[in-house]
């Protein structure tokens, strides 16, 4: 995934170059978790335990109780609402369990496909900057979505 | 990557002011900035109750300009140095988007002056030409109406409106983020 370019094309990380990288890449995910700094799931389906995409808590304000959420996927999967339906678990979580007040997006407006899933969670555009993100050479717009938790009775 | 360098510290100057570094001389008048509930009414960072409340803030601007990570200048007139009215800096450098994130703050004094604009202007120019970064921002809380109206009298612009993203006191903020793009270069004709 990390490595595929339908996968990549709006996200500005490096893609790794070995296996190597990916091990190392992993080791940094667990260690999120050990530490409290970040949650990151592998997503499967129920009845195949192959990894078929992430979702993450990567950035965690504590001081705001606020996070930023962040996933990818492999393109044999979509446009089949998988991963709507893993944010809407993850967020369940981020509100339910964390005790998030407001969970964040950032994402190339590009990217409509993302965009969508945001939309659909009931995200809204809170801004929209330009320019403000260097990647190979070229400065980059992106867009931040966010979503309250829901109000409680 | 940017490289920046803030050794020797860059002094700058203005037609009433002198923006120098902040050193431990200055802690009374540091202690009343970052005490005053006038001065400080829209910045939600922790008030200054003791003189080392206010020493651990001067230590924390002249660390960051020591390790290249932040700059902050302390704004004095230019006839009287050593007493400082209010400070400016780029407090977050996100060295990797060639951007950093502005704050200021001045003496209820002499605000309406036109004083924060004078400091302001040489701050955006030294940020622009020397630090060589590409856009700034300014966090501000939306009610604070007089800087808000700084930021955008220098061509700022509100990129984004955060609902309740800021817990302070017990209660959640919304908060403005106003962003400036570099100058476009001078083409030479």
């Known amino acids: 995934m990390r490595t595929d370019d339908r996968v990549m094309k709006y996200i500005g990380r490096p893609r790794p170059n070995s296996i190597e990288d990916i091990l190392a890449f992993i080791e940094k995910m667990r260690k999120m978790v050990a530490d409290n700094e970040g949650v990151t799931w592998a997503m499967t389906l129920k009845d195949d335990p192959k990894l078929m995409g992430h979702i993450s808590f990567h950035r965690l304000i504590k001081e705001h109780d606020r996070a930023e959420v962040g996933y990818m996927m492999h393109p044999d999967f979509y446009g089949k609402g998988i991963m709507s339906e893993a944010l809407s678990a993850v967020l369940h979580y981020g509100f339910n369990t964390m005790g998030l007040h407001s969970v964040e997006a950032i994402a190339s407006p590009l990217n409509n496909a993302s965009l969508k899933i945001l939309e659909r969670n009931g995200f809204a555009r809170e801004g929209y900057f330009k320019e403000n993100f260097l990647w190979e050479g070229q400065y980059l717009d992106s867009v931040v979505y966010s979503l309250l938790a829901p109000k409680k009775n | ?189």
Request: proline share 4%.
């Open chain 2, 1 to 189: 990557m940017l490289n920046i360098n803030f050794t020797p510290f860059p002094i700058l100057t203005t037609s009433r002011l002198l923006l120098r570094q902040m050193t431990m001389a200055d802690l009374p008048e540091m202690f009343f900035l970052r005490s005053d509930e006038e001065t400080v009414k829209y910045i939600s960072r922790p008030r200054a109750k003791t003189y080392e409340d206010a020493a651990r803030y001067i230590t924390m601007f002249t660390d960051a300009a020591a390790n290249n990570e932040g700059i902050t200048w302390a704004i004095a007139f230019n006839d009287k140095p050593e007493t400082i009215i209010g400070h400016i800096g780029f407090w977050r450098i996100i060295k990797e988007h060639h951007r950093a994130e502005i704050g200021y703050l001045l003496h209820p004094q002499h605000q309406g002056k036109g004083i924060m604009q004078e400091a302001l202007t040489a701050a955006l120019d030294y940020a622009f030409n020397s630090m060589h970064l590409h856009t700034i921002e300014g966090g501000v809380n939306p009610a604070n109406a007089a800087s808000i109206k700084l930021l955008e009298r220098n061509g700022f612009v509100r990129e984004a409106y955060f609902k309740e993203d800021f817990f302070w006191e017990g209660e959640y903020h919304d908060s403005a983020i106003y962003s400036l793009i570099a100058p476009k270069a001078k083409k030479v004709l």
